[in-house]
């Protein structure tokens, strides 16, 4: 198995096909720690992380959260709503201070891209990108690609769909860069308008047509609809949207029993996902859940043991 | 010093296992809630053996688990690396349970101070005890194992190697060697 050499987890464009399965495969590892009675391992004991959120977050923060705690390390929580941010503290500045208080790992997310790298760059402590702006969002691919891998046995070979607001979704860069990296192919699917202009440079095939997608697939990921991100008029209206490409019993009714569904959370129901598909027996998107703490645990661990 | 090389054969170490058992089982009274727990790689595949050989004695199965202790060490923050991280396979409950640890090599004692951390963090056996193919001395803990295959005085410079045939694909055996010749 590789060697791990990171000290930080800023994207999976810069990761190598064997550095995400030694990711994978410790994360297999770390999953019964949860399951157990007594859900701690001392592995971290000593170390420090802070989680810097200035952007809204309860699955990811509550996951690294207790990632590092099941790990044994020593978790804060800074939020750009309650910290000196509010008083124009710059977010490098932030981080300096808490690197001076000998923090070892930022966990950090924010609404602009490239932020993290930013920070790798003047930081000694480990950076670890929990989504920058439209960019990445490593760990939420990761726990796809697991999910993908426990589900179905192999990345390899197998047609994903990502289907929704491509332009905005940074779990859809970092999905397309690390399933395309297992081999698997990948087809991004929405309407035109939120389509990033050059996708199809990401190696991509790219559709219109969801139920056309969906045959032809093993696994849909189904994107949120970032209301938050719709100011500039993309869409004619949501009810449009919905009943374009959003993922319907009907629509999942006409395809494979098999068929993967998975979501990255939070659901908007009704808008991209039927509440009954959501609920239903072809999605997962509670157990990514449970292996995104997996996974958050291996990146924890690997990245904490690297040293200078 | 030591005898180099070859120290145990395939044959001296199955007599070994086979005594180890009739040990346990004698010192248990039987295998009533007795339960092998290796520690990972070799001491799994000497576990899964002694419950072979105590199966040939009692005629009743043990359980056996595995033991992965990786995230237990204690030099973690020393290495320059992360370990590799394994499962634990332990699928039953420890509680109440007779646990016989099983590991190939007994040195300073430090992963044993991780497997009882790591076991009791899975619940309270009734009782931990400790068998090791070879005991090779140099205890920087003080620990000591309850069933010895064989105690091999060795230097500090010394390497003591014991090689599985389920793992490694050639015979048996056990090998002192000066580190780096």
């Keep these: 198995m590789t060697n791990w050499k990171r000290r930080d987890l800023l994207d999976l464009q810069s990761l190598d096909k064997e550095e995400i399965e030694l990711i994978l495969e410790t994360a297999k590892s770390f999953r019964q720690v949860s399951t157990r009675d007594v859900k701690k391992v001392p592995a971290l004991r000593g170390k420090t992380v802070a989680l810097l959120f200035y952007e809204a977050s309860t699955r990811t923060r509550v996951s690294f959260e207790l990632a590092a705690k099941r790990l044994s390390a020593d978790v804060i929580n800074i939020s750009s709503t309650s910290s000196s941010s509010t008083k124009g503290e710059s977010i490098l500045d932030t981080a300096l201070n808490l690197e001076a208080m000998n923090v070892d790992m930022i966990v950090v997310r924010?609404?602009?891209?490239?932020?993290?790298?930013?920070?790798?760059?003047?930081?000694?402590?480990?950076?670890?990108?929990?989504?920058?702006?439209?960019?990445?969002?490593?760990?939420?691919?990761?726990?796809?690609?697991f999910t993908v891998k426990e589900k179905l046995g192999s990345v390899a070979g197998r047609n994903i769909t990502i289907v929704g607001d491509i332009l905005h979704s940074r779990v859809a860069r970092s999905n397309i860069w690390g399933f395309k990296k297992l081999g698997a192919n990948v087809t991004v699917c929405g309407p035109?308008?939120?389509m990033p202009r050059c996708v199809k440079d990401f190696g991509v095939e790219v559709s219109y047509d969801l139920e056309a997608s969906m045959k032809k697939s093993d696994c849909v990921i189904v994107l949120r609809l970032q209301k938050e991100r719709q100011q500039d008029s993309f869409l004619p209206s949501l009810r449009e949207y919905a009943k374009l490409f959003?993922?319907?019993?009907?629509?999942?009714?006409?395809?494979?029993?098999?068929?993967?569904?998975?979501?990255?959370?939070?659901?908007?129901?009704?808008v991209e996902i039927g509440a009954d598909v959501a609920d239903g027996s072809q999605s997962v998107i509670l157990e990514q859940v449970t292996n995104g703490l997996a996974i958050r645990m291996a990146v924890l661990y690997l990245l904490l043991g690297t040293k200078e | 010093m030591t005898p180099q090389g070859k120290i145990l054969d395939q044959e001296n170490i199955r007599r070994a296992m086979m005594r180890i058992a009739h040990e346990i089982v004698e010192k248990n009274k039987g295998v009533d809630s007795l339960c092998l727990v290796g520690i990972r790689t070799r001491g799994a595949i000497l576990a899964e053996r002694l419950s072979e050989c105590i199966k040939t004695i009692e005629g009743k199965p043990v359980s056996?688990?595995?033991?992965?202790?990786?995230?237990?060490?204690?030099?973690?923050?020393?290495?320059?690396?992360?370990p590799v991280v394994h499962e634990t396979l332990i699928d039953f409950d420890i509680s109440g349970k007779k646990i016989v640890l099983v590991d190939d090599v007994l040195y300073t004692g430090r992963t044993i101070r991780a497997a009882l951390d790591a076991l009791i963090d899975l619940g309270r056996p009734a009782t931990i005890q400790l068998a090791v193919l070879i005991d090779r001395g140099h205890r920087e803990l003080p620990i000591r194992a309850d069933y010895v295959g064989k105690n091999i005085p060795t230097a500090a410079d010394e390497n003591v190697k014991v090689i599985l045939t389920e793992i490694d694909k050639t015979e048996d055996e056990v090998v002192v060697k000066k580190v780096g010749v």
Aim: proline share 5%; aromatic share 2%; with cysteine.
């Design chain 1, 246 to 270: 959003g993922l319907s019993q009907t629509k999942l009714d006409k395809a494979s029993k098999d068929l993967l569904i998975m979501h990255p959370g939070p659901t908007n129901r009704g």
């Design chain 1, 110 to 145: 924010h609404y602009s891209s490239g932020v993290p790298n930013i920070l790798s760059q003047h930081l000694k402590a480990g950076v670890i990108n929990a989504g920058d702006g439209c960019r990445e969002h490593p760990t939420q691919a990761l726990l796809d690609i």
């Design chain 2, 64 to 82: 056996v688990g595995i033991l992965d202790i990786t995230l237990y060490r204690d030099d973690l923050s020393l290495v320059a690396q992360q």
């Design chain 1, 192 to 194: 035109s308008t939120l």
